[in-house]
């Protein structure tokens, strides 16, 4: 795996990043507070102003004064004004806007440095106004008498430092609440990111990315299905290998496993209800070895492996020892038949060696000529003919019932030849097993649909274990070290049940267990009308 000569470890890059986002939220929080404080303070210093002003103006001896333009007694009034509710300036004017008052008292006199015609016209006004003692918050107001008439404004200002103070005095309060809650989160950020460094394994990050593509390319390249299932049983991922051998749809990722796979052993198996390793199960007519290990989170990885292929050269190696074992019988019987032809040739009976001759000739050929006659389909006919011969070498007597007949038509002579090679070896090992006995199979064509059945002289099978014997894993009998059984049965009924077909266990006429197979569509009716 190529890693990055500068790795930026993935806990360092949480905690910048949250850092930094903490703190643009943090200030951008304290930003969004702070507007609408400033706004505020300003409105109320400008109605503080105004209410200062609504208070000059209703002193008698201030109008007077304005009315008289008498600047001592109108400068003494509002300075006491001022003086006594910390206002930055009170200003009494006349009518003309000429200032009678003022904290500087080389500008009485003077004209008002803003526009007096709103007060003067008899409306109260609030602004934040830039005069001759700088940025203020303004309140002005009409200067009336007694009687309601106008004889000048009252203009209070409140300086623009004097908010400035109390904003400061809140933006600490402020400032310190925003440092807590930065605080509080940059601590939370590190708590976050010590646990995320345990639980990467203080990986950087574009390792993270790099493992996840080798991740893919090491699922979908190995030739092992593999499938990765959460705790609830749900499939997280599964390679191109366990959506091929396990006939999964492409969306099979978030469902749980009964929602894609029929119920039976293999769900079983994928699900955890069957624990083991190795476990053998069928899928259609794939043989699959499955493992299941469980995640320390609660859910599981399964593995599978596909031994189709090989069960196939098993099943063929078992043919080939059967005959290897059959043929060696009947090489030694073929001595002892040489033996006894010579010794009849050196006795001088000839007669009685030529019958013997054609005694023993005759007895197979004759059993191959009723096969070829009944079974037209060269495939079925050397598979009954090579298992007539291991059977017998077995002690089981294996024949044809006397109405058997199939016809040269048959569409997939390959499933044919595994449904009926399984059948016939299941009931030659039961019998073999038990001392001997007698198999026999039919054989019918029904228009399209073929009927085979094949029953023994057995024990049989108890109506209780009837279903039990066609699940994967279930056998009587004791498994080679070389391969697991209970494969058999269940294969010929997924390939029967693949194709339409049925297949029914029941007690036959010889007393032992027959298997009952019909399988539609399994005849060419064109060549069964030109036969």
Do not use: Y
């Not at 904003?167 to 310190?176: A, E, F, Q």
Request: glycine share 10%; charged share 25%.
């Amino acid at each position: 795996m190529k890693l990055s000569r500068r790795p930026r470890r993935v806990f360092a890059q949480l905690l910048l990043s949250q850092t930094v986002v903490t703190v643009g939220v943090t200030a951008v929080t304290a930003g969004l507070f702070l507007a609408p404080v400033s706004s505020e303070l300003d409105h109320d210093a400008m109605q503080r102003a105004l209410s200062i002003a609504h208070a000059t103006a209703a002193d008698e001896s201030i109008a007077r004064a304005a009315a008289d333009r008498d600047v001592v007694a109108a400068q003494r009034n509002a300075e006491q004004i001022r003086l006594a509710t910390g206002a930055s300036f009170v200003v009494v004017t006349d009518l003309d806007g000429i200032r009678l008052s003022h904290t500087d008292p080389g500008r009485i006199g003077q004209r008002v440095s803003t526009d007096p015609e709103p007060a003067l016209s008899g409306r109260s006004v609030t602004a934040i106004q830039e005069g001759t003692l700088g940025r203020t918050a303004r309140g002005k107001v009409p200067l009336r008498m007694a009687d309601g008439r106008i004889v000048g404004e009252v203009s209070v200002g409140i300086s623009d430092d004097s908010i400035r103070r109390r904003l400061l005095k809140m933006l600490t309060g402020i400032l310190l609440c925003a440092g807590a809650g930065l605080a509080a989160g940059t601590l939370a950020t590190l708590l976050m990111a010590r646990r995320l460094k345990r639980r990467t394994h203080n990986i950087a990050l574009a390792d993270i990315s790099a493992l996840l593509v080798e991740r893919e390319a090491m699922l979908h390249g190995i030739r092992e299905g593999m499938v990765a299932l959460d705790e609830r049983g749900r499939i997280r991922l599964a390679n191109d290998e366990a959506l091929r051998l396990l006939g999964l749809p492409e969306d099979c990722t978030g469902r749980p496993i009964g929602a894609v796979l029929p119920p039976g052993r293999l769900a079983d198996v994928l699900a955890g209800r069957i624990a083991g390793a190795d476990l053998p199960a069928v899928r259609d007519d794939r043989v699959l070895v499955v493992n299941r290990m469980a995640t320390p989170e609660g859910g599981a990885v399964v593995t599978l492996r596909d031994r189709t292929e090989l069960e196939s050269l098993v099943r063929e190696l078992d043919t080939t020892r059967s005959l290897t074992e059959a043929l060696r019988a009947q090489d030694h019987e073929h001595a002892n038949r040489m033996h006894t032809l010579l010794g009849l040739l050196e006795l001088g009976r000839h007669e009685h060696a030529v019958a013997f001759i054609s005694e023993q000739s005759g007895s197979h050929a004759v059993v191959a000529a009723r096969i070829a006659e009944q079974v037209q389909d060269p495939h079925v006919a050397a598979l009954l003919a090579g298992k007539t011969s291991v059977a017998g070498e077995r002690g089981v007597r294996l024949a044809l019932a006397p109405a058997a007949h199939l016809p040269d038509a048959v569409v997939d002579a390959r499933a044919l030849v595994t449904v009926l090679g399984n059948l016939i070896d299941n009931a030659v090992d039961a019998l073999a097993a038990g001392g001997g006995g007698r198999v026999e199979v039919s054989l019918a064509a029904a228009g399209p649909t073929l009927l085979l059945q094949v029953a023994d002289s057995g024990p049989g099978v108890p109506e209780d274990l009837r279903e039990q014997v066609f699940e994967e894993g279930w056998t009587s009998k004791d498994a080679p070290a070389h391969r697991p059984r209970g494969l058999g049965l269940a294969m010929v009924r997924r390939l029967v049940e693949r194709t339409g077909g049925r297949i029914v266990l029941d007690t036959g006429p010889l007393g032992g267990a027959r298997f009952t197979v019909e399988l539609p569509e399994a005849l060419l009716t064109t060549q069964l009308a030109e036969a």
